[in-house]
């Protein structure tokens, strides 16, 4: 079942579209929300992912399609299947570019074609019951294929940012580290030598002091 | 002249100076001639246009030759000193400076007529020079003064300069002895001028006769002479008229036969001094300031009064916009959307309490605007809105930039601010930015911004709206049910918002019925639910569907809606149940809730009980109790709506008690509205509630906004007053807000000295359009910051005081008993002109005469009908409580223009016109004082108070007139209040039909209803008129006279 359903624009990530009132019931929608609209960020910097993929996070996936620069996403179970969930997505591609296509690079404001938000409610409403006859036939037409679409985790695709991060922290902290490290070993070197020959020098300076004690008293 | 400037610092920054400095030298000769003061008096601000257009022409002619001077002269001694003062007044904030920047001396090609001829000639050919709106009126009077006038006028101009309260300087130097000005002239211009002459004795005898004479008022006398009126035919004081002349504040010198009529106290500027005789400049000795006054009568507090009935003050010409403060800050959003109630901010805690009235603001955000003005919309894209690091200011025509274009500093907080590379643009010599002209945002005090995804937690929301329909046996019967039924089908088309809008219906009587609307249906289905106790939703979707999708099963369901009910005999009303499903089914989207409701709601969560029949509880400290909610349920609601962005509107059909005190609040804190229609039949009141309900589903409605009101250091917004909820300590959430709401707020002072002389406010209104834009509505404004009382007065600001006013007098009701939210008010006023007399009193002789400010001139009238107004009118028996509380919930949302209607309707006598031939009906020439004793019982008028019409049909009124315009026979003693006036065939009927239709659309928020009442018809004549004549004295309450005269009273004791 469609839990959430989000068109935005590859390029800077600005939403287009969103279905209306998903998430009825449902408390954490805010924080898929975010998750997605995190997503699209990553996708606007330019990190090139596959037109098509799949993603988990939690109980549900996000399925994503890249066409035209527009970004089509949805939410689902994890029970939904995807071919249905693809299909979704192509139909509200299909319309999107029908009915909008030519104003997407243009448009300025955030939500800018949010009318398309009842043409999404209609759509999600064909989707919503698996074993209609009419989405058993689209789950058994072979010429839609999903099997190569990639499944990766959430944490992956929006943690690649942030493990970058992680390693270029630990490199400078390598090599501050380091730096103390090559200080230290110094110190402690010269302590070590201080350590050997200091009795010896003070030996020596005894017998020396003697000899000169003894010439005096002579 | 200098000084001058400096003492009004205020006014230079602001002022348009371009005008005069392309005019000087043309004009120059000119300003000296008296008739510009006029202008500057009469018309300072909108006079001038016709100036220019008829000053000129008729002017050149006489100009041409010196014998025009002549009539001049006669009038002229004063001349002398007009001159003085017109030279600078151009533009009237520029007044004062004027006279700092004279025109060089050069200039002044034309030291004797001759010369001066001359040079005039080439110059005004030209009949209309736009430069100089002055230069009409200095031709006209002009040629030959002109010569010698031009050097007077800088002498003059000195005492002129300096505002009012200097008086006693100002007559010091408007003495000046002729070789004082020589003196000064001859800076200017070497020789005096034989043909000067003539006016050099003109003025030494007239302006300034050695003991005092008193530059400033002769200055607006010479005005009024005829001569000059000729040249100003836009003025709107007639020349005799006894008017005092105020430069800026009004200067009403309380000469003994003060004001002749009304007209008398016409806005200030208008204000002439009626004065005759040439010389009189000396009679009125160093009483120059800027008030009213009125002659209270040699012995006052004798029953034998003074006061001329005739000459009270009375805004016979409506609500008068403060547009003359945009010509001091020409970059001020229009004054439609934000009115202070002083355009002189006090700089001081201890200036401030001396002010008595309410300081604060009235905003309008979404005010209508006439076609061609609409509010730009400015789109910054990705790159985001410019707004101040620290306190969030949007960009506006205020801030500064420096550092070559780099930074700009915010003009509230002043805090230095990097500029975005997107927005950067290079600044020119005078430190202004090149595109100024280009940016809506930087040179237009109102724009829109489109929002950019960081303002918004949710994609737009559709517009919405669900009814909750009270079907029990009262609303079948009175036939509201079937009226809404109708409207709102024949509304769907109109919605705003298509294709996107939803709509819901819910219906209740003891059960909840939804209303299956799911768009694969043929039929609708009902689906009812009886547990009140546990509600529930019977359909997880479909209750709120998709206007378009659902189309016509919505049809199906309000055609089948009133025969559905038809026989229904349940009379309870499970209101608050209905309200607790409602917010479960708009809690995903918010929109728009609306409530019908015709009895008490009797049964379930929310029941109300009736009480407010209970005539001893009023006069006690319980009295207020009946005004607030009953049931703290539906605060609570409104609450939760309000957290939804749920917007309730409330629309009371009630013929009995319903506590609309309690439903209201569900309105009160949501942004809505109430509308009350008492004892509702449908035949009688089907057009009014059509037409309102009409207005309401399709008005321009922003959603999910919050609004938050931004202003300088030094100054805060301490209390708020609307319908509204406050989510912050000053951030207003307003599910739903259109163009028929106003906001007031009032402003404190912080401790500290207000160092700066300007303040700025700044209003914004994040929200939703129906068309699903996300945008924030910015208004910007400055006010001076003052440290001068007077100066306050002079700029205050009525219909914003009387509206801030009447808002804490309702909330006062809330809290305490009727007469002491009166009495508050009075209170107010006293100590508000006493403080203005305290101000004068001391240099003039005041006995016998109430001052005040020119500005207020109209603040006890209202007042005094606000003490009369529905809300806060008498006590128990006066008017039914629920109506009291409906009117106390509609004077808190109206705007200013409504509010003043409300409180001194509008008296118009149409029998003329509908006998006489088509000429037009104008309503602002025909407007009659709001007293029996201009009822003729001879004639027929009309009553408008903005809320319904009344038909008063004098007793010996024509019956060929009464019969064809009503259509019925009087004869017969027809029962009148049942009389629906209709248009018939006849010519008569035409006539009022097409003047009503006039009235009705000067105010397209709210359908008037008319009603017939014919004189001596009690008691319908009495409740429906002849309280409402709010100058007339009524049981427990005082006429405008003794109103007056009591006030008179209290600022004389004590």
Same mark, same amino acid.
């Given at each position: ?81 995807? +071919? ?30 949010? +009318? ?53 922290? #630990? ?12 200080? +230290? ?18 030996? #020596? ?14 | ?75 002229? *001694? ?66 030959? *003064? ?80 005829? *001569? ?233 929301? *559709? ?47 003891? &059960? ?145 008690? &319903? ?396």
């Amino acid at each position: 079942m469609v839990k959430l359903t989000m068109i935005a624009r590859v390029t800077d990530g600005l939403p287009l579209a969103e279905g209306l009132d998903d998430g009825r019931d449902q408390k954490d929608v805010e924080f898929y929300k975010q998750q997605a609209k995190l997503l699209f960020k990553n996708l606007s910097k330019g990190q090139h992912e596959a037109s098509r993929m799949s993603i988990e996070t939690g109980p549900y996936f996000f399925h994503y399609i890249i066409e035209g620069r527009v970004c089509y996403l949805t939410m689902c179970d994890r029970s939904y299947p995807k +071919k249905l969930a693809f299909q979704y997505l192509e139909d509200l591609k299909n319309e999107f570019e029908r009915v909008n296509g030519n104003q997407i690079e243009t448009a300025a404001r955030p939500y800018a074609f949010i +009318k398309f938000d009842t043409f999404i409610q209609k759509t999600k409403k064909l989707y919503l019951d698996t074993r209609t006859q009419r989405n058993l036939a689209k789950l058994n037409d072979e010429l839609y294929e999903v099997h190569q679409i990639m499944t990766r985790n959430v944490q992956e695709v929006l943690g690649v940012g942030e493990k970058l991060d992680q390693v270029s922290e #630990l490199s400078t902290r390598l090599t501050s580290e380091s730096r103390i490290y090559a200080d +230290k070993a110094r110190d402690l070197n010269r302590q070590a030598l201080i350590r050997k020959w200091a009795p010896v020098a003070v030996v #020596l300076g005894v017998v020396m002091l003697l000899f000169w004690v003894r010439k005096k008293i002579w | 002249m200098q000084p001058m400037g400096n003492d009004k610092p205020t006014n230079v920054p602001g002022r348009p100076v371009s005008p005069f400095r392309a005019a000087p030298q043309s004009s120059t000769p000119f300003i000296s001639s008296g008739p510009v003061v006029g202008l500057e008096a009469s018309g300072a601000s909108r006079a001038t246009t016709p100036f220019l257009s008829s000053g000129p022409g008729t002017i050149l002619g006489a100009s041409g030759t010196p014998q025009t001077t002549v009539p001049f002269l006669s009038s002229g *001694p004063i001349t002398g000193t007009q001159m003085s003062n017109y030279r600078s007044p151009p533009p009237p904030p520029v007044r004062y400076n004027g006279p700092s920047s004279p025109p060089p001396p050069t200039s002044y090609p034309a030291q004797d007529a001759t010369t001066y001829q001359q040079t005039q000639a080439p110059r005004f050919p030209p009949p209309g020079q736009p430069v100089t709106p002055f230069r009409g009126p200095v031709g006209s009077s002009g040629p030959s *003064p002109s010569g010698s006038f031009r050097p007077q006028p800088q002498i003059p101009s000195v005492p002129m300069g300096p505002p009012p309260q200097t008086a006693t300087q100002m007559s010091s130097r408007s003495n000046m002895p002729p070789p004082l000005s020589e003196s000064s002239f001859s800076a200017t211009r070497p020789p005096p001028q034989p043909s000067l002459q003539g006016y050099s004795y003109g003025l030494p005898r007239g302006n300034m006769p050695p003991a005092s004479a008193e530059p400033q008022l002769p200055a607006p006398r010479s005005v009024s002479q005829p *001569p000059l009126q000729q040249a100003f035919p836009s003025s709107h004081v007639p020349p005799v008229h006894a008017s005092y002349h105020a430069h800026q504040g009004g200067v009403v010198p309380p000469p003994p036969p003060p004001i002749g009529g009304p007209l008398g106290y016409n806005s200030r500027e208008q204000i002439q001094y009626p004065n005759i005789g040439p010389p009189i400049g000396g009679n009125l000795q160093g009483l120059v300031e800027e008030f009213q006054s009125l002659s209270v009568g040699s012995a006052p507090g004798s029953l034998d009064h003074g006061v001329d009935v005739k000459s009270l003050p009375r805004p016979l010409s409506g609500d008068e916009e403060p547009i003359k403060i945009l010509e001091t800050f020409p970059l001020n959003c229009h004054p439609r959307f934000l009115r202070l109630t002083t355009y002189a901010i006090p700089s001081s805690q201890s200036l401030l309490a001396r002010w008595h009235l309410p300081l604060g603001a009235v905003v309008h955000p979404l005010a209508e605007v006439p076609d061609g003005e609409e509010v730009p919309i400015v789109n910054f894209g990705p790159a985001g809105i410019i707004r101040c690091r620290r306190c969030r200011t949007y960009v506006n025509p205020y801030v500064t930039f420096t550092d070559a274009g780099r930074k700009w500093r915010c003009n509230i907080c002043s805090l230095l601010n990097d500029v975005s590379g997107e927005y950067y643009c290079a600044l020119d010599a005078s430190g202004r930015r090149c595109d100024v002209d280009q940016r809506p945002e930087l040179s237009k005090g109102s724009v829109e911004f489109v929002a950019p995804t960081e303002y918004m937690v949710r994609p737009p929301m *559709p517009p919405l709206y669900f009814f909750l329909i009270d079907v029990s046996v009262s609303a079948v019967r009175s036939g509201f049910l079937e009226v809404v039924a109708t409207t709102i089908k024949s509304c769907l088309d109109e919605l705003p918002g298509f294709p996107r809008t939803q709509i819901g219906f819910l219906t209740f009587d003891s &059960t909840l019925h939804f209303h299956n609307l799911k768009s694969s249906l043929t039929q609708p289905q009902m689906l009812v639910v009886a547990d009140l106790d546990d509600i529930f939703l019977p359909l997880p979707d479909d209750l709120l569907v998709n206007l378009s999708d659902s189309r016509h099963v919505v049809d199906a369901l309000l055609d089948s809606l009133p025969s559905m009910f038809q026989d229904n005999a349940n009379i309870e009303s499970a209101l608050g149940p209905a309200l607790k499903a409602a917010l479960m089914v708009m809690s995903q989207l918010g929109g728009k809730l609306l409530v019908f409701q015709s009895t008490l709601p009797s049964i379930g969560v929310g029941r109300l009980r009736l009480r407010g029949d209970d005539l001893r509880i009023y006069g006690t400290d319980k009295e207020h109790t009946l005004r607030i909610p009953d049931d703290p349920f539906y605060k609570q609601m409104a609450a939760e709506f309000t957290k939804h962005q749920i917007a309730v509107d409330v629309y009371a059909f009630s013929e009995k008690y &319903t506590d609309i005190a309690s439903l209201g609040s569900l309105a009160k804190y949501t942004g809505g509205q109430v509308y009350h229609y008492p004892s509702f039949q449908a035949p009688t009141h089907q057009e009014k509630l059509r037409y309102e309900l009409a207005r309401d589903l399709t008005r321009e409605t922003a959603w999910e906004s919050v609004m938050r009101v931004r202003c300088g250091k030094g100054v805060r917004f301490t209390t708020y007053h609307g319908h509204f909820m406050l989510r912050s300590t000053d951030l207003l959430a307003l599910p739903a807000v259109d163009c028929d709401k106003a906001f007031a707020m009032q402003l404190s002072l912080e401790d500290t000295l207000m160092t700066t002389q300007t303040v700025y406010f700044q209003v914004a209104l994040l929200y939703t359009s129906s068309s699903g834009e996300r945008r924030i509505r910015v208004h910007t404004a400055a006010a001076h910051v003052v440290a001068d009382l007077g100066e306050m007065y002079r700029q205050a600001d009525t219909g914003a005081i009387i509206l801030l006013l009447s808002r804490l007098a309702v909330e006062n009701t809330l809290s305490h008993k009727l007469e002491d939210a009166r009495q508050l008010m009075q209170l107010k006023l006293v100590k508000s002109l006493k403080e203005y007399r305290n101000l004068h009193v001391v240099q003039h002789r005041l006995g016998g005469r109430l001052i005040f400010p020119e500005s207020l001139r109209f603040l006890p009238l209202y007042v005094l009908s606000l003490c009369k107004s529905l809300a806060l009118r008498g006590g128990y028996a006066d008017v039914p409580l629920d109506e009291r509380c409906a009117a106390g919930y509609n004077m808190m949302i109206l705007p200013i223009r409504r509010m003043l209607k409300l409180l001194y309707p509008g008296l118009y006598r149409i029998d003329e016109n509908l006998i006489k031939g088509p000429e037009e009906f104008n309503e602002s020439s025909k407007q009659l004082a709001l007293s029996a004793q201009s009822l003729d019982p001879r004639a027929l008028y009309i009553y408008d108070d903005g809320f319904s019409f009344i038909v008063w049909l004098g007793r010996m009124l024509s019956p060929d007139i009464v019969n064809n315009t009503l259509g019925v026979d009087l004869s017969g003693f027809p029962d009148l209040s049942r009389l629906a006036l209709l248009e018939h065939d006849n010519e008569y009927s035409r006539k009022l039909m097409r003047i009503i239709r006039r009235l009705r659309e000067k105010d397209p928020s709210c359908f008037q209803l008319c009603r017939v009442v014919r004189q001596g018809e009690q008691p319908r004549e009495g409740s429906l008129l002849l309280s409402n004549l709010f100058e007339d004295q009524a049981a427990g309450t005082s006429g405008y006279v003794d109103w007056i005269l009591q006030i008179y009273r209290q600022l004389q004791s004590s």
